[in-house]
């Protein structure tokens, strides 16, 4: 039993460890948000549905949610990935166009209100863990699948471009690893809630990266196809035109074509 436990809070911890990098990735987004000084075509909303999740299994998490600190990995990353989804919501708001700012305000106290309610009513109304647990979980479920749903309109974005410039690599290998871990510590917990959302995330972060695989060597054939249409074709002169051209043997012509 021991040995169990052992297990499931190294997995948690590891699990820790990939969410973190997952959350740190959309740093370079807005990096460029900052640097460009304008949101450009990037939405905030997959932002506003991960703060949802983050809040929630944090919730979900406190001992007054959970027994204990029986799932303090879950409160460890999603209390930082709080920190972050905040820090990118501020920033989206700092840059975005007064339309923008006023569709994200009305989000972000829809889910801050929500969130109150999911609160109040198993903090106050609920009266056993077992039914706080049943209540936020099932909340935190459907928002769980909606962050990792997020993802399929950047998939159908790949398929129809044949282009993976919006899913880059380490964010779809790290939502694999992070659903993949946490499904194994949801299961080792025995708790559903834990690993259902991951059931969902898990098969759609290796969707991504099989994507990625075929798509990436498509579009280097189309970079290949591009350079040779638009590179410098060498015409060769004949023999006899050799000594008129000063020796020159080689005359780039480029190809407008």
Request: aromatic share 12%.
């Amino acid at each position: 039993m021991r040995s169990l436990y052992t297990i499931r809070m190294a997995v948690g911890v590891i699990g820790n460890g990939a969410s973190l990098l997952l959350y740190a990735v959309p740093i370079l987004t807005f990096w460029r948000v900052i640097k460009k000084k304008s949101t450009e075509e990037f939405s905030c909303v997959p932002y506003i549905v991960a703060l949802m999740n983050c809040l929630l299994y944090t919730w979900y998490g406190l001992p007054i949610v959970s027994k204990g600190w029986e799932n303090f990995p879950v409160v460890t990353i999603n209390g930082l990935g709080i920190l972050l989804e905040f820090s990118f919501i501020s920033i989206y708001l700092c840059f975005a166009s007064s339309q923008e700012k006023k569709k994200v305000g009305l989000r972000l106290v829809g889910v801050i209100t929500i969130f109150c309610c999911v609160g109040m009513i198993s903090a106050f109304v609920l009266k056993t863990h077992h039914l706080r647990k049943l209540f936020v979980g099932c909340i935190g479920l459907v928002a769980s699948i909606a962050m990792y749903a997020s993802p399929l309109v950047a998939m159908k974005r790949v398929i129809k471009t044949k282009s993976v410039e919006f899913m880059p690599f380490y964010l779809s290998f790290f939502s694999f690893s992070a659903s993949s871990l946490w499904l194994a510590y949801g299961l080792l917990s025995h708790d559903l809630f834990l690993a259902s959302p991951n059931l969902v995330g898990s098969p759609l972060g290796m969707l991504q990266l099989v994507l990625y695989c075929i798509y990436r060597n498509k579009e280097h054939e189309q970079e290949e196809v591009k350079m040779e249409k638009g590179g410098v074709v060498i015409e060769t002169l004949p023999n006899w035109d050799l000594e008129k051209n000063n020796n020159e043997h080689q005359i780039p012509l480029q190809n407008t074509s």
